[in-house]
Antibody, heavy 125, light 112 residues
């Protein structure tokens, strides 16, 4: 079945870096874009951006430029999120989510399915 | 402050019908479709409704979505205890400041 499995929780000190992985299985990895979504403790969902898994071209949402990098290793069907110069406010659960698109009716519609199980990144001294 | 506006909470008793609203603008809901996600406690979000009113396979027909103008709604009929979760609406936003996906702040549904 189609699933996204993310790496485990991380505890990092301010100023350090972290790399979260998202391994896809059950479908052709390069056929669907991958999104990243952040959820701070007790808060809602925030879209961070997406990466074209065919070309490797990333697109970052406002507020997620500079310290955030999306990358791929298509040989192992895995997407990565790297965050550098970590701050306490980066403490959150990070989700990857496959982008599905339907353009069969003349217009295109998109949605996220499935989502990874989430990776908790805690930044604390 | 989320771009899409949802009530922070909703509640109902088993068997009741509840609705959750999602209000946006012409740059998001007004010109693009709406998706709904269900997040059970301690788990990842799961697709509930896509393209305004389409249910993925496996989602009970108790769940339905609709859209009118710049607002959308999620309705849950025959409320069950396992429906207790956070619900999020989402839409693509064509804003000139930076297009992208926007979410509602989430609605916590309590089954009394």
């Amino acid at each position: 079945q189609v699933q996204l499995v993310q790496s485990g929780s991380e505890l990092k000190k301010p100023g350090a870096s972290v790399k979260v992985s998202c391994k896809a299985s059950g479908y052709t990895f390069t056929s669907y874009a991958m999104n990243w979504v952040r959820q701070a403790p007790g808060q809602g969902l925030e879209w961070m951006g997406w990466i074209n898994t065919n070309t490797g071209n990333p697109t970052y949402a406002q507020g997620f430029t500079g310290r955030f990098v999306f990358s791929l290793d298509t040989s192992v069907s895995t997407a990565y999120l790297q965050i550098s110069s970590l701050k306490a406010e980066d403490t959150a659960v990070y989700y990857c989510a496959r982008d599905l698109e339907d353009c069969s009716g003349g217009s295109c519609y998109e949605w996220f399915d499935p989502w990874g199980q989430g990776t908790l990144v805690t930044v604390s001294s | 402050q989320s771009v899409l506006t949802q009530p922070p909470s909703a509640s109902g008793t088993p068997g009741q019908r509840v609705t959750i609203s999602c209000s946006g603008s012409s740059s998001n809901i007004g010109s693009n479709t709406v998706n709904w996600y269900q997040q059970l406690p301690g788990t990842a979000p799961k697709l509930l409704i896509y393209s305004n009113n389409q249910r993925p396979s496996g989602v009970p027909d108790r769940f339905s979505g609709s859209k009118s103008g710049t607002s959308a709604s999620l309705a849950i009929s025959g409320l069950q205890s396992e429906d207790e979760a956070d619900y999020y609406c989402a839409a693509w936003d064509d804003s000139l400041n930076g297009p992208g996906w926007v979410f509602g702040g989430g609605t916590k549904l309590t089954v009394l």
